[in-house]
């Protein structure tokens, strides 16, 4: 046998050097990658030059993938007031409790991407109604990519676009049992958050989302059928009908979140939140619609 090369002892070299900097949730794909080239480099000594490169490349990027990005995901438990005006109706205000579930995914290395998924369901009622009958349900989800444009030891500023969808159904037995109400918009938001860091177990986080363009759906002013097609399908064709394109003199949405965080372990965190929401669309399909949520949310 003859005397292993240099090369092969620096293949060999990087191993106890990866036990002690990959992290464990990393090192299983990495023996894999170590193993099969330096069993390559042993019989074909003219690419020693390029498993010693590989090697390299592996580790390192193992080593950054696992310390710069930081993933954080959240539940949300909301209850709260939800107020709407459907003008296509009547101008009466139909109000009343509402529960929202609520799911939150964080990236962050520099800058901060997210996204969320929530679900709202509200029994309203106008004043003047006895028995609370109508209902409305919300759907809605965002992604937004934040740019971190300032950042100390005691706050961060973050600052980007994001895009939201957001479906809103509503059913007035009483004022018309014939047909639904929807009020559905896509828009282009312009987002921000504030983080202030008390100390290392609390934080208080302010977030800002203004809708800057919106791509919304309403009913039509007059229907020319007497009854809605209430079927899965029906709802979902006309929930994507009688499109139009407006700013925010046309279509607004605006939501403001107020989030005291609390840690009771490393892993673990807790937050309480206050969030208003308000969305409203103009003439001809006026509509308004106001939120007020009081959360218990979880980070894990």
Same mark, same amino acid.
């Given at each position: 046998?003859?005397?292993?090369?240099?090369?092969?002892?620096?293949?060999?070299?990087?191993?106890?050097?990866?036990?002690?900097?990959?992290?464990? $949730?990393? &090192? #299983?794909? %990495?023996?894999?990658?170590? /193993?099969?080239?330096? +069993?390559? =480099? !042993?019989?074909?000594?003219?690419?020693?030059?390029?498993?010693?490169?590989?090697?390299?490349?592996?580790?390192?990027?193992?080593?950054?993938?696992?310390?710069?990005?930081?993933?954080?995901?959240?539940?949300?438990?909301?209850?709260?007031?939800?107020?709407?005006?459907?003008?296509?109706?009547?101008?009466?205000?139909?109000?009343?409790?509402?529960?929202?579930?609520?799911?939150?995914?964080?990236?962050?290395?520099?800058?901060?991407?997210?996204?969320?998924?929530?679900?709202?369901?509200?029994?309203?009622?106008?004043?003047?109604?006895?028995?609370?009958?109508?209902?409305?349900?919300?759907?809605?989800?965002?992604?937004?990519?934040?740019? $971190?444009? &300032? #950042?100390? %030891?005691?706050?961060?500023? /973050?600052?980007?676009? +994001?895009? =939201? !969808?957001?479906?809103?159904?509503?059913?007035?037995?009483?004022?018309?049992?014939?047909?639904?109400?929807?009020?559905?918009?896509?828009?282009?938001?312009?987002?921000?958050?504030?983080?202030?860091?008390?100390?290392?177990?609390?934080?208080?986080?302010?977030?800002?989302?203004?809708?800057?363009?919106?791509?919304?759906?309403?009913?039509?002013?007059?229907?020319?059928?007497?009854?809605?097609?209430?079927?899965?399908?029906?709802?979902?064709?006309?929930?994507?009908?009688?499109?139009?394109?407006?700013?925010?003199?046309?279509?607004?949405?605006?939501?403001?979140?107020?989030?005291?965080?609390?840690?009771?372990?490393?892993?673990?965190?807790?937050?309480?939140?206050?969030?208003?929401?308000?969305?409203? /669309?103009?003439?001809?399909?006026?509509?308004?619609?106001?939120?007020?949520?009081?959360?218990?949310?979880?980070?894990?």
């Amino acid at each position: 046998m003859g005397k292993p090369s240099r090369a092969d002892d620096f293949s060999r070299s990087l191993v106890p050097f990866f036990l002690n900097n990959v992290p464990k $949730n990393r &090192k #299983k794909h %990495g023996f894999i990658c170590i /193993f099969v080239l330096m +069993s390559f =480099s !042993a019989s074909i000594k003219m690419k020693q030059s390029i498993t010693i490169f590989f090697l390299l490349v592996c580790t390192t990027i193992m080593v950054a993938q696992a310390d710069a990005l930081k993933k954080k995901n959240s539940f949300q438990l909301s209850f709260g007031l939800n107020q709407i005006k459907e003008k296509t109706i009547h101008p009466k205000v139909h109000s009343g409790t509402s529960l929202l579930l609520k799911y939150t995914r964080k990236k962050e290395k520099k800058n901060r991407s997210r996204y969320n998924v929530s679900f709202l369901f509200s029994k309203i009622k106008t004043k003047y109604e006895n028995a609370t009958r109508s209902t409305n349900i919300q759907l809605k989800g965002d992604y937004g990519y934040l740019f $971190n444009l &300032k #950042k100390t %030891g005691k706050y961060q500023f /973050f600052l980007g676009p +994001s895009l =939201s !969808a957001n479906y809103r159904l509503s059913f007035y037995p009483n004022w018309d049992e014939s047909h639904l109400y929807w009020a559905d918009d896509f828009s282009l938001e312009l987002s921000n958050q504030f983080q202030y860091f008390i100390n290392d177990k609390k934080t208080l986080v302010l977030d800002l989302n203004i809708s800057a363009f919106s791509l919304f759906s309403r009913p039509e002013l007059h229907r020319n059928h007497k009854i809605d097609d209430v079927s899965a399908g029906g709802i979902i064709k006309s929930m994507h009908s009688n499109y139009q394109f407006g700013t925010v003199n046309q279509a607004i949405n605006i939501c403001f979140q107020s989030e005291y965080q609390f840690k009771i372990s490393d892993k673990i965190h807790q937050a309480i939140v206050y969030t208003f929401d308000y969305s409203r /669309f103009k003439e001809p399909l006026p509509f308004r619609n106001m939120q007020h949520n009081l959360s218990f949310k979880i980070y894990f």
